[in-house]
């Protein structure tokens, strides 16, 4: 199958491919193990010496399509699914981190993946370094360390909405021997393709966008294949030198491009079982297939409320980097020319206590510890998921205490900004 077809066709196409007389539609491999004729014939699987399924815990052909059509749209060469997108950003760290280890981010990522760096890894030895990523390159170069492994940023951050100069970053990370891995959750490959400006691994919360429905947690993490890891061999161990859990292979010399996600799923998946069930990797390849269709509507709405909200005299600030004059548009316009997604967040002019009763008068749009949905909704930062914070710590963590984050859905956009009028005005 040509990788050069549309994404679009991607979407729709990519993954299962029944074979003369098979299922149309991507069948549920509802079973936690594979048969085989012969002793021998499953051995060979145990070895890595024969590609196929043996237990569900490390791969499952269902998942297997659904990875494959991820990879096609990200246009990467591999690809896996995992339970949850924080079990992507732990597989991709840890694939190539150990104790010992040390990793450059971005400091405007996700809360869940910053708590997982400085927090959880760092109590398993591997230290974080987190970093302004509008700084420019000589200041950057400072953070890394002769144990620095990689370096971890998202495409459009998850609440502050910067968008990454992803051109600098792969620089960074190249010039210092190491890949950069990028989180593409909100842009989605549909208006951003990170391995197309030299970022190497891409991971994804596939519960956002991709999904769509807010039906499954999920997570995915797709392999360039193009970050040498021969070239720096001293650096990753775990991929040039023997695994003795499996007879001495070495991924790099047996799997080639492969090595990166042949490892994830033959150590860390075996070890950490992280998988994403079958059913749910079903549901998610039900969202993938109208992801082109939903995207630009997310960002044309969002468009449009980032534009009334600005038009109105009560909103203090507005954040939306596909709109005009936004600190982010021109990265965006560069990197994500069709659209970025349809997250804004903005501030009342009557601060938190404002947010508060306008969100209590919303009735289109849901209260909801969610974020990249069909439908639209609405969550107060300050009052949720950063609750414990008092004001000055919200500050610290970058968090405006009047900050409203503003997902978008795909409703008529005029329902969207009339829900919105008569929180603020009746
Ligand atoms: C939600 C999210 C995650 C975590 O994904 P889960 O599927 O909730 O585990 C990681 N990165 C970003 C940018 C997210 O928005």
């Known amino acids: ?5 549309s994404i679009e066709t991607t979407c729709i196409q990519g993954g299962w491919q029944p074979e003369n ?5 991507l069948p549920i491999y509802q079973s936690t193990t594979f048969k085989y004729a012969t002793s021998d014939s499953m051995g060979k699987l145990f070895d890595l010496e024969a590609e196929g399924y043996f237990y569900t815990r490390l791969q499952n052909p269902t998942n297997d399509a659904v990875a494959a059509k991820i990879c096609e749209m990200e246009g990467g060469v591999a690809a896996m699914l995992t339970s949850s997108g924080q079990a992507a950003t732990f597989f991709s760290i840890i694939n190539i981190c150990s104790a010992g280890d040390h990793v450059v981010s971005s400091a405007t990522i996700y ?3 910053s708590n997982l760096l400085t927090v959880t890894l760092k109590r398993f030895g591997i230290e974080t370094t987190l970093v302004d990523p509008d700084l420019p390159e000589e200041e950057l170069a400072k953070a890394f360390q002769p144990n620095t492994k990689c370096v ?20 960074l990370a190249h010039t210092h021997g190491v890949p950069l891995i990028i989180d593409n959750t909100f842009a989605t490959p549909i208006n951003c393709r990170p391995f197309e400006w030299g970022a190497d691994i891409v991971t994804h919360s596939t519960t956002k966008y991709m999904d769509g429905h807010g039906m499954t947690v999920g997570g995915c993490i797709v392999d360039s294949g193009n970050f040498d890891w021969e070239a720096h061999a001293d650096k990753f161990p775990g991929l040039t ?8 292979i070495i991924y790099t010399q047996r799997f080639g491009k492969g090595a990166f996600i042949t490892k994830a799923t033959a150590q860390l998946m075996r070890d950490l079982g992280a998988i994403q069930s079958p059913q749910n990797a079903f549901l998610l390849n039900n969202g993938l297939e109208s992801l ?3 995207m630009p509507r997310h960002c044309e709405n969002a468009r449009k409320v980032a534009e009334y909200l600005q038009s109105r005299e009560d909103v203090a600030w507005v954040k939306y980097p596909g709109l005009p004059g936004d600190q982010y548009y021109e990265l965006a316009q560069k990197y994500m020319p069709n659209g970025t997604c349809g997250v804004i967040s903005f501030g ?3 601060g938190r206590a404002a947010a508060g009763a306008f969100m209590d008068k919303l009735k289109l749009a849901s209260i909801a510890t969610h974020v990249a949905d069909a439908r639209t909704c609405v969550l107060h930062p300050a009052s949720h998921t950063h609750r414990q914070l008092s004001d000055e710590q919200l500050v610290e963590a970058g968090v405006d205490p009047s900050m409203i984050r503003f997902s978008v859905g795909i409703e008529n956009a005029d329902d969207i900004i009339e829900d919105i009028r008569q929180a603020l005005e009746d």
């Open 152 to 171: 971890f940023a998202e495409t459009i951050a998850n609440p502050a909405l910067v968008v990454l100069d992803i051109e600098k970053f792969a620089r």
């Open 241 to 248: 030198t023997p695994d003795d859990s499996y007879h001495g």
């Open 292 to 294: 082109h269709l939903r």
């Open 348 to 350: 009342l002019k009557g």
């Open 21 to 25: 007389g098979g299922p149309r539609q």
């Open 1 to 5: 199958m040509s990788t050069k077809r």
């Open 111 to 113: 809360g869940g993946s």
